[in-house]
């Protein structure tokens, strides 16, 4: 069953982080890709650079919220961001299938260029490759980035040591994104008024490097969800974290849907949505700050770190009872029971 | 209101627990035989809440652990046929067969489309004439009406290329079984959901006869608080009765709307359930007259001959014998991502449950 | 088994009825329930309302927690 | 006709011009992305910097000489190089259709990992996505690529004025490629000994700039082949560039499939061959050290600059005719007339 | 010997230049009628070598360029059926249909596949015994052999799903008309290809009753300035005979088994040409016995109403009376990217011809 | 029209014949060609064999160029 290339391989869980260890990591060996983080850290000619690079795929092409244009510009720039970074130039490469619309594709590239503007980068180098119809769905984009490392982050951008005690915050409600997505697909048959959470979260994460706040560590959620990215920081910054359910905002909505399809909206995908690790006490300023912005207005401490060697993610229900929160497994299937 | 946060409140909880830990006294095993019961009592992490001395077991009441490995397989085999679509539950997808999945099938070229309802799984057949749309029809008696109500309107609107391929399962005797195989509980907390089609009747046999406590409970927290200390309280006074936890949603007398054109459309028969073999009129298969939308009757396939499990140990489990962690592969030989046993791959399944859900007294 | 939530009728037409899921619409058939009413709310299961709530005995049950005595 | 993408929108030549034009370079507006050179060259926080990006989606994944792995790196460490940049750091983004075989996927992985090394450069950060069952052909692979600007070509990179009666060398022979891949297509049943010339020409470029060659110019061959890469030239440059076609290099075999097929080798793909512009004094020792590389064995002149004001490509035949070459208006089809 | 490159060398070439030079004396318009001739005569700068006195002019020889309109709009009404798959040539993928053609199409999501010859169209037939494969006959009497064969090898294994939708045309006819509609032309570049079937005798008629010079070309450069040297010394001279210039794959008699199959399966019939009209005994078609094969006969589909070309002067392009340059549309509203006409659409089209080849007076 | 060049013809099997196209090799149809021999060339057009090529004609036409007296 293991030699087939299945859903959950790219779904962001455990499947894939045991794809991209057993192949990826292995065969292509280098201490930066190891690291899994959201962007490599470089030196080129000793100047430090973010490097990150993404496929977008999503299905379909426009939903509420935004299109594959705007998430291919967001995600990237995100993955610059929340290492540190300056998000200065993408690239962007095409895969287009035969008989596409090109007001279609038009459509995107305008939603690309409005928000690589919004956030600042450019769009200096570019590809185009057609496919024979039926070879593709539609319109595939990879964006790469890079970014410089300001002076002000540097020590950001190596980690300060992570403590217990330090909390979590996250910028706002979780699954927005992929209900959105799912809500537009024809198979999904709900109609919703949610959007996706797809945005660029640079100025954001700027705001608070710019104040010399204590950041210790930020990754923006994406497929795999807020469980899957702590599982990831659990295990690469060799910490207990412990988060309390009622205080992750999720909206009623999304609650609703997932609660029909047997969804947990700790595992759904959100493309506007990074978590910060800060000291306790630095805590209330980041949030503050977080605050100021549009895109941090309902931003909130859900959970701590509980210990400096460990590895395990620990969720307290609404009721006080606690259970091991794992990586996702696979996609996610909608089901009966 | 809006019957769901308002049983999660913390503070009730805390009453009724405090109140659970009054009133035990000697040891209880209950066994919850709702899949959706054990994931509830795993994700608000319950377990961690209650005296050691009460003891939870899971029961059989996923329907897709307990769905034999051949019916996977004829699954499997239809899904091999050309100019056919299987139409299924996003729940069967990656259940093991004896040597694939439907998943697999699906990368490997065949048709096969995750549907939420079985109307949906009709559509299909009504907007591909061409093909023929086999609806694997699983689930317990809260499924089972959605299934009948598929046929009627196929038969009404005549489309001749919709089939269903039955294991609806029943739940009262599979409930009778395990007491019979020797399983020592001191109660069950009874299915809510299959109870509002069914009502409470189903349960007086199992109360009367084999003289257990059967409380049917509700999913929030203090549905199934309120539940545990019903049982205790049956378990201290030796009392051995049908109570209704559930009362805003289970009417004594359950649908009868939907147990009529069960009826209508079903009948009952004997039926394999994975780990616990054979059981009497466990299973509904489509009655004579609707033969035409039974795909086995209609589409003759060949299956592959069923390899059984190694190691699996998931049939003790759904009879409460054993827990998924004494399972030599639970967690290495067998995970969510490679499920070897159908509890595995479940997001109720016993075993997936223990892994996601893992108690606070198993972490620390 | 049987994921199973409470959702609200907004509408309905023949033996479908637009249901809300706290917010979310969704078409859910109403065969299996007698006499529907929009603002019912029933148990939505693999497409179905397959049951309607009882406010008054959920109510019932709530209160019937609060009004326990604590043991301690 | 125009609203939908066709297969030539993909295939290097007009088609895929005016869709650049009209849509990217509209939209986008960035000043490198439009000079549509091989790769962006930038300025990051003081430091110079070289970026690309391609996306490789052939079919079949695996031909003689080479395959899809082995292309994405030396397409992108290519376009690189041919701008005077030192590659250094790769990203990896793989889509990949479900039911793909995890084996195959190991093979190409480790081809890249082969490659990479061969040539010199890291793959740094990656990114994995899996599509549905038939949304995708097998596998598609995005490379994007960073490298610096070493002193020594700093000059080149800033481009020589290229003058009238500077010559055109290649560095062997046109069209295996697209041959090698043709052949291995189950539609086109043609059995050769053609290999893919898909190689990584950057040590092999970096042989002229370390020994401070006037080059004048450089771009590797893909898609469009020759005819459609000196039209950029000519374009880019505003010079006039006349071949002779009898000096240009073409297997035998290859020219007989084409011939056949109805198709042009001056049209045909190359993934290992670089044109370079030098002035004609110093023609013969930028042979001599291409020749000394095996990548360089089969270097020659085959024209030369005719105009230092211009946008024409002009080829003599066998005989000595003239006529006009154009780019490429479509993908090749194999035709009967 | 290899027959290719031994025909390009530059100093024969030279000779013979220089010949046609000495020779020349008044002014000549030749006409080649073979896009093959076309191509080879921009591909090599033939035009750039001759003196200005000699005029060659592009004929109908593009069976693509001749094809009528209606065919096409027959052709992607197939496309459009579900369970039909086109194999075509690739000449025929972007030729503009009235509103569509066989490339958008495809890419609209039918399925047509390009073939190299008529039996890998048959061998598809044959590997989808579900489909029906309609094989798209184009070409003059070189490529109608090959049709034949299939037909004839799908008659002998039985094959029930192939069927051809003929426009083999024939070339004699039309290089009449050519002369009837008064186009003034001192000689014809014979084509040399459908000259190796149907041998040089077909010609007789033009260079009796015509009065021109006919003189059988091969392809090459030296092929083609000697063929151009023995039509200025047929005019110098005031003769009209059919030389066979390409003496070695020419037989006077062409090749009678390729001509004994033709006339088995086909039989001739009138036909419209793009730009020409109709014209009498000009095509093949499948002969009543071969019906079965025969996809307009065999299987019905309403075709759009053909639209006539806006500005495209192409028909009279064909029949020599102007050049490409003449049109308006030329390079601007119609482009090999963007074809207006049938006579941009291939490579060896006048038009495609031209605009890729453009001989260097126009250059310079 | 009519695309074709010279190939060499280098076995035979029934109606088909490996055929190589300056050393490609490709399988012909050879139906429509009198007594086929491996070493002949013929001319390839749309899959099939359509002429052979007469050697000596080739050298002939060669020949006579050559031996064509310059004007000047
Ligand atoms: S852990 Fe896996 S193998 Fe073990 S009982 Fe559970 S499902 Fe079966
Ligand atoms: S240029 Fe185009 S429109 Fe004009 S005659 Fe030629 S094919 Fe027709
Ligand atoms: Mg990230
Ligand atoms: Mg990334
Ligand atoms: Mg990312
Ligand atoms: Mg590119
Ligand atoms: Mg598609
Ligand atoms: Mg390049
Ligand atoms: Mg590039
Ligand atoms: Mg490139
Ligand atoms: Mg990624
Ligand atoms: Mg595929």
Chains 1, 4 share one sequence.
């Not at chain 1, 047997?262 to 990074?274: C, R």
């Not at chain 3, 019912?40 to 927690?65: C, P, W």
Request: hydrophobic share 40%; with cysteine.
């Amino acid at each position: 069953m293991n030699d087939y290339i299945r859903p959950g391989h790219g779904s962001g869980g455990k499947l894939m982080h045991e794809l991209i260890h057993d192949i990826f990591f292995r065969h292509f060996g280098h201490h930066e890709l190891k690291k899994g983080s959201d962007s490599a850290l470089l030196q080129s000619n000793g100047h430090r650079l973010a490097f990150t690079t993404d496929s977008f795929v999503v299905n379909p092409l426009f939903f509420p919220g935004g299109d594959i244009g705007k998430l291919a510009v967001c995600g990237t720039v995100n993955d610059l961001a929340v290492c540190g970074a300056i998000p200065q130039y993408l690239s962007a490469g095409f895969i287009l299938e035969e008989g596409f619309s090109i007001a279609e594709l038009e459509k995107i590239v305008i939603s690309m260029a409005r928000e690589a503007k919004n956030s600042g980068v450019n769009i200096v180098t570019g590809d185009t490759k057609v496919v024979h119809k039926g070879m593709a769905d539609k319109l595939f984009i990879n964006t790469s980035g890079i970014g410089y490392i300001p002076e002000y982050a540097g020590s950001f951008a190596n980690n300060r040591k992570i403590k217990k005690g330090d909390v979590l915050i996250i910028n706002g409600t979780l699954g927005d994104h992929a209900i959105a997505v799912l809500s537009e697909r024809e198979d999904l048959p709900f109609q919703s008024t949610i959007k996706s959470d797809c945005a660029c979260l640079n100025h954001l994460i700027h705001s608070l490097l710019e104040k010399k706040l204590h950041i210790k560590f930020m990754r923006d959620l994406t497929r795999g969800g807020l469980a899957t990215c702590l599982n990831e920081i659990a295990q690469a910054q060799a910490i207990d974290i412990e988060i309390n359910e009622t205080r992750i905002p999720v909206k009623a909505s999304v609650e609703g849907i997932c609660e029909t399809l047997g969804f947990d909206p700790l595992y759904l995908a959100n493309e506007g949505k990074v978590v910060i690790i800060v000291s306790a006490e630095d805590a209330s300023e980041v949030i503050e700050t977080l605050k100021a912005d549009d895109l941090g207005k309902e931003s909130t401490i859900i959970g701590k770190v509980t210990s400096e060697n460990g590895k395990k993610v620990i969720a307290e229900s609404a009721i006080g009872g606690k259970r091991l929160l794992q990586m996702r497994t696979g996609e996610q299937l909608p089901r009966i029971c | 209101m809006k019957y769901v946060h308002e049983y999660r409140n913390k503070e009730l909880s805390q009453k009724l627990i405090n109140k659970i830990h009054h009133s035990a006294k000697g040891k209880y095993t209950f066994m919850e035989v709702c899949g959706g019961h054990t994931m509830a009592i795993q994700k608000f992490g319950i377990p961690s809440l209650l005296p050691p001395k009460i003891k939870l077991l899971s029961g059989p009441g996923c329907p897709v652990c307990v769905t034999e490995k051949s019916y996977i397989d004829t699954a499997i085999a239809y899904a091999r046929l050309s100019n056919t679509i299987i139409a299924t539950f996003g729940d069967l997808m990656r259940i093991p067969g004896s040597t694939s999945s439907l998943e697999l099938e699906k990368a490997r070229g065949s048709d096969v489309t995750i549907v939420l309802s079985a109307l949906e799984a009709l559509k299909i057949a009504q907007n591909k004439p061409d093909k023929k749309i086999i609806f694997l029809a699983i689930g317990f008696e809260t499924t089972a009406p959605g299934s009948a109500v598929a046929v009627v309107q196929a038969s009404k609107a005549r489309v001749k290329n919709f089939f269903i391929l039955s294991a609806h399962k029943l739940m009262p005797p599979a409930m009778k079984a395990i007491v019979d195989e020797g399983v020592k509980i001191d109660g069950y907390i009874c299915p809510g959901h299959v109870s509002t089609i069914t009502g409470s009747a189903i349960y007086d046999d199992i109360a009367r006869k084999y003289s257990l406590p059967c409380v049917i409970s509700g999913f929030e927290p203090l549905d199934l608080l309120q539940t545990i200390l019903a049982l205790v309280h049956q378990v201290n006074e030796k009392h051995s009765t049908v109570e209704i936890q559930y009362a805003r949603a289970v009417q004594p007398n359950g649908n009868p709307k939907a147990k009529a054109i069960m009826k209508q459309i079903f009948c009952e028969t004997d039926s394999e359930w994975r780990g616990m073999g054979n059981i009497p009129k466990s299973k509904l298969v489509l009655s004579e007259k609707y033969q035409q939308y039974d795909a086995e009757k209609m589409i003759p396939v060949d299956v592959e001959p069923t390899i059984s499990d190694k190691g699996c140990i998931c049939g003790e489990i759904l009879k409460g014998l054993k827990t998924p962690l004494d399972c030599k592969l639970f967690g290495s030989g067998c995970t969510p991502e490679n499920p070897e046993g159908a509890c595995m791959v479940s997001g109720e399944g016993a075993c997936q449950a223990y892994y996601r859900y893992q108690s606070q007294t198993e972490i620390t | 088994m049987c994921l199973s939530i409470p959702v609200r009728i907004e509408s309905i037409e023949g033996s479908e009825a637009v249901v809300s899921i706290n917010g979310a619409a969704y078409k859910a058939g109403i065969h299996l329930i007698d006499n529907p009413q929009v603002g019912d709310y029933v148990l939505l299961h693999a497409g179905f309302a397959i049951q309607k709530i009882s406010d008054h005995e959920a109510r019932e049950t709530l209160e019937l927690i609060k009004q326990m005595k604590s043991p301690f």
